[in-house]
């Protein structure tokens, strides 16, 4: 569940620190030396693949499953911070590798450093909607590209996406332009 707070006049504070626990317990069985924090939910190299890399077990892989479908229950409704980290772990599940498996720790460990971290949200009483979208060109396999947007009405991000382009664009110029159009 999620937790509205609405103490604050004008604004919303939502929390899912449930589910946050949840998904560390589970990462904390399968990895009980997973120790510290990160600053960031993505990794440097979050969409570097490695194809030479081992793929999990697959005990390890239904874990890595699990704690990906955790968290993004959690970044749809109250983490908009982890969307890229998350997104790009959902297109890893039915075969991730090792080095999938240290992204998701790293984003478990982000999590697990900023788990009293709120979303909040307010309007700033301009009544403007500001829309900030990007896409990176080819960063997945087969010259695939990604999107990512967000949509704020003053503080906080209402919306947030973070999601690989359907199609294959020749120029980053064009794989902004398809970024704007998915979002």
Excluded at 4 to 19: E, H, R
Excluded at 44 to 55: R, S, Y
Excluded at 118 to 124: W, Y
Excluded at 155 to 166: E, I, R, V
Aim: aromatic share 6%.
């Amino acid at each position: 569940g999620m937790k509205l707070d609405f103490d604050t006049g004008g604004q919303v504070s939502i929390a899912m620190f449930d589910c946050l626990d949840e998904t560390l317990t589970v990462f904390e069985k399968t990895e009980p030396n997973g120790g510290g924090t990160e600053s960031s939910a993505a990794p440097g190299n979050l969409f570097t693949v490695n194809e030479d890399c081992e793929k999990l077990e697959d005990d390890k892989s239904v874990e890595f499953h699990n704690i990906v479908a955790k968290t993004l229950c959690a970044t749809k409704r109250a983490r908009p911070d982890t969307c890229a980290s998350v997104a790009f772990s959902t297109t890893k599940v039915r075969e991730p590798d090792e080095d999938d498996w240290k992204k998701m720790a790293h984003l478990v460990r982000c999590m697990r450093g900023t788990r009293d971290m709120p979303l909040v949200l307010s309007a700033n009483g301009s009544h403007i909607l500001k829309w900030w979208v990007d896409a990176s060109y080819a960063v997945h396999p087969a010259m695939g590209s990604h999107t990512g947007g967000t949509m704020s009405m003053g503080t906080g991000a209402a919306y947030s996406t973070s999601k690989k382009q359907k199609l294959n664009t020749k120029s980053s110029t064009e794989a902004e332009l398809v970024g704007v159009d998915d979002v």
